[in-house]
């Protein structure tokens, strides 16, 4: 039970590393680290271990969009319009520049960014080496302690 505690202490200590290197990976492909979708990015400790939250878009900002199939809801078109500050132009409803901007989409798709196998990769490396260095000895110190324990055990400094 105690390798448990000291498996949860370590996985949170991590996170805030893990969100780091995953809006890092990100930002190197093009999402904005300032953007809803980088702010969203969190990573948790469950109960089966560590898990990502992210705005639900998070795959489709990784992977793209495949024209002609469903369209990009409105609302979230006028939401990142009004959240980036886009001026429509003249004659223009933000509105209609939505609409424009879901046919275009449904039309042409979304070059995929292609991020989430490398964040995966490297938080996996991260998470197995920073739990491999932080409990190898806590282990080693507990089997030197079972030993010290036995009938006729000696410890040589």
Do not use: C, H, W
Not at 74 to 82: E, G, Q, Y
Not at 111 to 137: C, H, Q
Request: glycine content about 4%; proline content about 4%.
């Amino acid at each position: 039970m105690i390798l448990e505690e000291q498996l949860r202490d370590i996985l949170n200590n991590l996170l805030p590393e893990l969100n780091r290197i995953t809006i890092a990976y990100m930002a190197k492909a093009g999402t904005p680290s300032n953007s809803d979708v980088s702010k969203s990015v969190q990573f948790i400790n469950t109960q089966t271990g560590i898990a990502l939250e992210a705005n639900y878009y998070f795959k489709y900002d990784s992977a793209g969009r495949r024209r002609g199939v469903r369209k990009v809801p409105i609302t979230a078109l006028i939401d990142f319009i009004k959240s980036r500050g886009i001026a429509p132009r003249n004659g223009q409803t933000i509105t209609q520049m939505a609409f424009a901007m879901q046919t275009a989409i449904y039309r042409n798709g979304i070059s995929p960014k292609n991020y989430f196998d490398k964040i995966v990769n490297a938080t996996s490396d991260v998470t197995e080496e920073m739990v491999a260095n932080d409990l190898i000895e806590d282990i080693a110190n507990d089997v030197v302690a079972i030993m010290l324990q036995a009938p006729n055990a000696k410890q040589i400094n």
